[in-house]
């Protein structure tokens, strides 16, 4: 073991200590897209059963912090990541780590609905079926889509094409499709940024119904939204430090309860940005 | 209703344009009408060069004729049965060798090699090969597949191993190129929607890319097929028989194919067996249809399953 590797091993908390309230952490976590940063020494703990939200203006890197966490960032070309996330206590990024295991573990909805160009049925089941699942594959398709209120609309037509429903429907079979795989942590990238208000609402309700059994971690640009749903709220913002025009840097300036984020902000950014009066 | 005025630096020019939008539209009728024209008439004059030789018996008795008859030494009894045969045995070995080794490629690399310099050294590679003279694989052909440089005992000789590998080969390219058109037409939002499910990059393009690709693989490699059967040159580097009178039992079988055959026909002095030739070119066109047609019906049937 090298010098640097002792040292690193001695700096990290040691593992996960019975009940850690918190099931995702990110240490130091810095990454690059070629030779742009675009997040800088992010240090943050996601807590367990508990929903996460992450507001900043556009391009602060929202989006790539939330796809460092199911590590779907390898799978973009040139982007590269230092500094440790842990699952679980885990490093996520450690030798002998499975990306494809964990990203059934942590599941993700995207900004724009993709439900896959197949039945409805088969949008939701094909997840738990190439995960090996082994039970009733009718009564899970049936559960999934009831937990994301889409069931009562889409009952009699499950053998339609998904991509037949509305935006909004599609959204709630993207989330029935990510529950089907049963995940620890379900990641949304802003997923009401095309939905109505009605829509909304129901994926509000939805994810307060989840909460009990999910940890779930939103980035939304809607404050009132992060302020109905979430406990927990970061704050990122563009590193002053780098506003040139080649590179945009991400940094978390405040990670507080919701409550305290949107009432007695600690940071002058914080408030700024919540008030409107940046970004 | 007057438009509502622009500012000067506006200068939308409606006449003109108003002009020019026809011309267009004309112009491009004619560059389709070139292509449709010069097709009929090449059509008309094989037609009528096979209504001359049928000698007033009707064209499709005369196309059945050269369908199950022999080659001969004599015009009137001469037909395509070895040719038709053999074109079919080697467009089944073709097939067979080509399609899953061009996909694999094309899969390969797209889907797995990471864009980068290996990755653009490989595609100009195979760009390249693309643009290859056919009679070029005939030679490789003979050195690699009927000679396999001079080892006895692995080379195949002038059989329909050699040929069809040959062909595959030709249109292996081809193959590859049609795919990752067809692949990178994919929505890359679809990939991570199943990726994020926590399924394999196998699964991901067994399950998910492949069936979205599937109308455009299948496009290109009909019309990659298609080449190979219609094919000639390559076949004579190979070894393909100019007369032959039996048919192949299998692929270690000599043979001949269609085009060599028409060519051979085409070649004699006797005008009689200019009709015989025209009717080989009918019955070329006939099978090339087939298989387009085959195409089309798999791939309406294909995407209708897939949106339903
Ligand atoms: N695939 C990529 N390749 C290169 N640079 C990228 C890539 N994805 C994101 N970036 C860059 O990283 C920075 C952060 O982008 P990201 O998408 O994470 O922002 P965001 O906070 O989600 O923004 P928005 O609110 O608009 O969705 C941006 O400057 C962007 O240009
Ligand atoms: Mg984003």
């Not at chain 2, 455009?216 to 004579?236: F, H, K, M, Y």
């Not at chain 2, 055959?261 to 085409?266: G, K, M, Q, S």
């Amino acid at each position: 073991m090298s010098v640097s590797e002792t040292v690193a091993a001695a700096a990290a908390p040691a593992g996960p200590s019975p009940g850690d309230p918190s099931i995702l952490t990110t240490e130091q976590l810095s990454v690059w897209y070629g030779t742009s940063l675009a997040l800088k020494e992010i240090t943050i703990a996601i807590p367990r059963n508990r929903i996460t939200a992450m507001i900043g203006p556009s391009g602060c890197g929202k989006s790539t912090l939330l796809r460092c966490f199911n590590r779907m960032n390898d799978l973009v070309a040139g982007a590269r990541m230092e500094g440790r996330i842990t699952f679980d206590g885990d490093d996520i990024a450690a030798q002998g780590v499975d990306a494809v295991a964990l990203r059934r573990r942590i599941g993700m909805v995207f900004q724009k609905p993709n439900p896959f160009p197949k039945s409805i049925y088969q949008n939701v089941a094909w997840g738990a079926r190439i995960n090996g699942y082994k039970g009733d594959m009718d009564d899970l398709v049936e559960k999934s889509l009831r937990r994301a209120a889409l069931w009562d609309e889409v009952k009699g037509k499950l053998h339609r094409s998904g991509l037949e429903l509305s935006g909004g429907q599609q959204q709630r079979l993207c989330i029935a499709r990510t529950l089907a795989v049963e995940p620890e942590v379900i990641l949304m990238d802003e997923p009401c940024s095309a939905l109505d208000p009605i829509s909304t609402a129901r994926v509000e309700d939805l994810m307060d119904d989840l909460k009990a059994d999910y940890t779930i971690v939103i980035v939304t640009h809607n404050m009132q939204q992060a302020r109905r749903v979430s406990d927990m709220t970061a704050c990122m913002m563009l590193d002053e430090a780098s506003n040139g025009n080649t590179q945009r840097t991400g940094i978390v300036v405040e990670f507080s309860p919701t409550e305290i984020l949107f009432t007695k902000p600690n940071d002058p950014r914080t408030e700024a940005y919540i008030t409107g009066r940046i970004g | 209703m007057t438009p509502a005025p622009l500012s000067p630096s506006y200068e939308p020019e409606r006449q003109s344009r108003r002009i020019l939008g026809p011309i267009f539209g004309l112009a491009c009728l004619v560059a389709t009408s070139t292509g449709v024209v010069v097709l009929s008439i090449l059509l008309g004059a094989v037609v009528a060069a096979v209504i001359r030789g049928s000698q007033g018996g009707s064209v499709l008795g005369t196309l059945g004729h050269l369908l199950t008859s022999m080659q001969s030494s004599t015009p009137e009894s001469a037909g395509f049965r070895a040719g038709v045969v053999g074109s079919l045995w080697l467009l089944g070995l073709v097939a067979a060798f080509s399609i899953p080794v061009g996909i694999g490629a094309a899969v390969f690399l797209e889907e797995y090699v990471s864009a980068g310099r290996i990755r653009r050294i490989i595609q100009l590679n195979i760009a390249n090969l693309a643009g290859v003279p056919s009679i070029v694989y005939g030679i490789l052909g003979l050195a690699l597949f009927v000679r396999a440089f001079g080892y006895k005992n692995l080379a195949f000789g002038p059989t329909l191993w050699a040929g069809g590998l040959t062909l595959g080969l030709l249109i292996l390219p081809v193959i590859v190129i049609a795919t990752q058109e067809a692949l990178r037409t994919v929505p890359n939002s679809l990939r991570q929607a199943a990726m994020a499910l926590g399924a394999s990059r196998w699964q991901v393009v067994r399950d998910h890319v492949l069936p979205s690709a599937l109308p455009g693989i299948l496009t290109g490699v009909i019309l990659a097929l298609s080449r190979a059967i219609g094919e000639t040159a390559p076949l004579l580097m190979v070894g393909a028989a100019g007369s032959i009178l039996r048919l192949p039992k299998g692929p270690s079988s000599r043979y001949t194919a269609l085009p060599v055959e028409i060519y051979n026909y085409a070649k004699e002095p006797d005008p009689k067996y200019q009709a015989v030739a025209a009717g080989g070119i009918l019955l070329l066109l006939a099978l090339l249809l087939t298989m387009n047609a085959t195409a089309i019906v798999i791939r309406n049937r294909y995407a209708r399953s897939s949106r339903g």
